[in-house]
């Protein structure tokens, strides 16, 4: 059973950086999609980034192109969100998500557009954008 674990979150003021990891157990991620979502107080969880392990494509939300780049290690089973310049829009709790068999540009734009249909999940780290 794959489990997902982030870590990374904390307080940043505006137009810093930051950089989650989620790490892998139990099954390798090469088979995988991840992707990286939040979700504010009040609002429904958002893809923010989305890679396929299989063929590399990735998507990155509008609001996030730029700024944020997600990462593979292969050899440590690990996803990274590199978030620089982050704004207090940013704040949210972010997630980790996987899902099998996902590979292709669409593919992955559909996994971070429709987070309902993402099979495995972590706990979770808080990220807070304040001065």
């Known amino acids: 059973q794959l489990q997902l674990v982030e870590s990374g979150g904390g307080l940043v003021q505006p137009g810093g950086s930051l950089r989650l990891s989620c790490v892998a157990s139990?099954?390798?991620?090469?088979?995988?999609?991840i992707g990286w979502f939040r979700q504010a107080p009040g609002k429904e969880r958002e893809g923010v980034s989305c890679?396929?392990?299989?063929?590399?494509?990735?998507y990155y939300e509008d609001s996030v192109k730029g700024r944020f780049t997600v990462a593979r290690d292969s050899a440590r089973n690990t996803v990274y969100l590199q978030m620089n310049n982050v704004k207090p829009e940013d704040t949210a709790t972010y997630y980790c998500?996987?899902?099998?068999?996902?590979?292709?540009?669409?593919?992955?734009?559909?996994?971070?557009?429709?987070?309902?249909?993402?099979?495995?999940w972590g706990q979770g780290t808080q990220v807070t954008v304040s001065s």
């Open positions: 998500g996987a899902l099998p068999g996902v590979s292709g540009v669409l593919a992955v734009k559909g996994m971070c557009q429709t987070p309902r249909n993402t099979k495995f």
């Open positions: 139990g099954v390798s991620l090469d088979y995988y999609a």
């Open positions: 890679m396929s392990s299989r063929d590399g494509s990735t």
